[in-house]
């Protein structure tokens, strides 16, 4: 069993998300920090092989961004995850395609949490483990619009 089915038969499913307990996935070019694309590519491979794969992440996405917190750790595993669909969905991976967007299946509530969520990383984003030695956010954020989203989520 892979850890994303471990996760949704154990009712983790934001633990596996933010990478906590047995979902954390370290790599030596993340600085030993929780690498997110990896646990989304775990999710990914485990949600193509069900019937409405697509709608599964929606849900799956909605009750991970329900359980976040205005806090550095949680905005930043948001802003991190979000990048992640992005980028899997720019190089058409699984069964994500150009044609669907996760944040168009999001409320006008789910949306704002993000644009909350979003403004809070920007103003905090030195409370972040290893932000020193980051991009800017603002910069990180050029990549996920490169990827393909159309939105500016610190407005929302």
Same mark, same amino acid.
């Given at each position: 069993?892979?850890?994303f089915?471990q996760?949704v038969?154990?009712?983790?499913?934001?633990?596996?998300?933010?990478?906590?307990g047995?979902?954390f996935?370290?790599e030596?070019?993340?600085?030993?920090?929780?690498?997110?694309i990896?646990n989304f590519?775990?999710?990914?491979?485990?949600?193509?092989k069900?019937?409405?794969?697509?709608?599964?992440?929606?849900?799956?996405f909605?009750l991970?961004? &329900?359980s976040?917190?205005? /806090?550095? +750790?949680? $905005?930043?595993?948001?802003?991190?995850?979000?990048?992640c !669909?992005? #980028? @899997?969905?720019?190089?058409?991976?699984?069964?994500?395609?150009? &044609?669907?967007?996760?944040? /168009?299946? +999001?409320? $006008?509530?789910?949306k704002?949490?993000?644009?909350?969520? !979003?403004? #809070? @990383?920007?103003?905090?984003f030195?409370?972040?483990?290893?932000?020193?030695?980051?991009?800017?956010?603002?910069k990180?954020?050029?990549?996920?619009?490169?990827?393909?989203?159309r !939105?500016?989520l610190?407005?929302?």
């Amino acid at each position: 069993m892979g850890k994303f089915e471990q996760a949704v038969k154990n009712n983790e499913i934001t633990a596996y998300f933010k990478g906590e307990g047995d979902y954390f996935s370290p790599e030596e070019g993340n600085m030993g920090y929780h690498n997110e694309i990896l646990n989304f590519i775990g999710m990914m491979s485990y949600l193509e092989k069900q019937e409405h794969p697509y709608q599964l992440l929606v849900k799956y996405f909605r009750l991970y961004l &329900n359980s976040l917190k205005e /806090d550095a +750790l949680d $905005a930043w595993s948001l802003f991190r995850n979000i990048a992640c !669909y992005y #980028y @899997l969905r720019k190089k058409n991976r699984f069964f994500l395609t150009e &044609n669907e967007d996760l944040i /168009d299946e +999001l409320t $006008a509530e789910e949306k704002k949490k993000i644009g909350v969520l !979003y403004r #809070y @990383l920007k103003e905090n984003f030195n409370k972040v483990p290893g932000s020193a030695q980051m991009f800017p956010i603002k910069k990180q954020f050029g990549f996920t619009r490169k990827n393909g989203c159309r !939105y500016d989520l610190f407005s929302f």
